[in-house]
């Protein structure tokens, strides 16, 4: 459990931000650590995150979504759909880890949210920057965005859970 409550209010729109940069990502690190039981969610609402088959469901989601990103046909993170989704995920996702918190989930929920939103649009401005302002090949900096993702949210929760 986190110290103080400014911790879970300055990681969880973090976990957030992950959302926005890669919109499964921060969902199976969550999965993962319920999974594992580093993320208390048993006899809660949220405890279905912990079963095998959302484990392997998120995760599957991840890396496909890690393979569809890179394609020239995807849609901008920021398109309304995929934009929405993002949100919504950023949402649940807070809204799971003030649960297994303690916290008030609607409170997870909008930073969650809030956090996913910013993460979609800093992640469109900053690739945009790093692709077409400073020449930089794509593939590589996507592939620093997946990274990116993957780190804050697992650095996340083991700040949260620690």
Known sequence: MPSSAVSAHTFTPLLGVSTGLRSFTTLAVVAWFARSGKL????TWASWIAHPAA????TAAALGEYVGDKLPNTPPRTAPLPLAGRVILGGLVGAIVATALRRKVESGAAMGAAGALAGS?????????????????????????????????????QRLTA
């Open 40 to 43: 208390p969610v048993t006899g």
């Open 55 to 58: 484990v392997g469901l998120s």
């Open 121 to 157: 649009f800093g992640g469109m401005y900053l690739r945009r920057g790093l692709t077409k302002g400073a020449g930089l090949p794509d593939l590589p900096v996507a592939l620093s965005g997946d990274a990116a993702a993957v780190t804050l949210a697992v650095r996340s929760l």
